[in-house]
């Protein structure tokens, strides 16, 4: 079975400060991945990040980067430089034969 | 990037009726997709993982016979609410991936309101 844990229902972030989100996980699955999904009002899911586990290497793009802790099960995303366009629901996902989405947090940028 | 059409972006039915949403991979052989109901500040509730050319493997919980899934082709698949009722109403999405260790691209979604 594959579970995914967002423990924050919320978060808030000053603009152009820096935020964490966080993920844990649970799989039987020796081949899997991760990925951060964006969902705004629109309900339009947009990719932010995707981790490949076999990987050691903490995936970033741009502002986004996430911390990968294989051993602990978790996969937290660190936004830099907050924008108001970074504002939305995160869904922290894992995918293997299946593909399973965390509860979300939503995240306000204050400006 | 590859795109995901999803169709009817909205939808109203009459309660008892049947209605059909289709996903489609428009660049991009999908051979597999999985259709997801998200209810008002939740998350996507996995409902079905739909491999072309088989049965729809559905969560626990989910009604087959009550949200029938088809993945005939590669880059089609429909999911069809039967004899629907108001609590069905909901937002459904898709999405779809070319292979295991690919990226997975959604479809815009469908609002279906049963009245």
């Known amino acids: 079975a594959q579970t995914v844990t967002q423990s924050q229902p919320e978060m808030s972030v000053q603009e152009a400060e820096t935020v964490t989100l966080s993920c844990t996980y649970d799989?039987?699955?020796?081949?899997?991945?991760l990925f951060w999904y964006k969902q705004p009002p629109s309900r339009q899911m947009i990719l932010v990040i995707r981790q490949e586990a076999y990987k050691q290497q903490n995936a970033t793009e741009n502002r986004f980067s996430v911390n990968f802790q294989k051993a602990a099960k978790s996969f937290s995303l660190k936004i830099s430089d907050s924008q108001l366009g970074d504002a939305a629901m995160y869904f922290c996902a894992l995918t293997g034969n299946q593909f399973y989405f965390g509860t979300g947090t939503s995240l306000t940028v204050i400006p | 990037g590859a795109v995901v059409s999803q169709h009817p972006s909205w939808v109203i039915c009459k309660s008892g009726t049947s209605v059909k949403i289709e996903c489609r991979s428009l660049d991009f052989q999908a051979t597999t997709m999985f259709w997801y109901r998200q209810f008002p500040k939740q998350s996507l509730m996995l409902m079905a993982t739909s491999n072309e050319g088989s049965k729809a493997t559905y969560e626990q919980g989910v009604e087959k016979d009550k949200f029938l899934i088809n993945h005939a082709s590669l880059t089609l698949s429909t999911l069809t609410v039967t004899s629907a009722h108001p609590e069905d109403s909901s937002f459904y999405i898709c999405s779809a991936r070319t292979g295991k260790r690919s990226t997975i691209y959604f479809g815009e979604g469908s609002w279906l309101t049963v009245v």
């Open positions: 799989t039987s699955e020796s081949d899997y991945y």
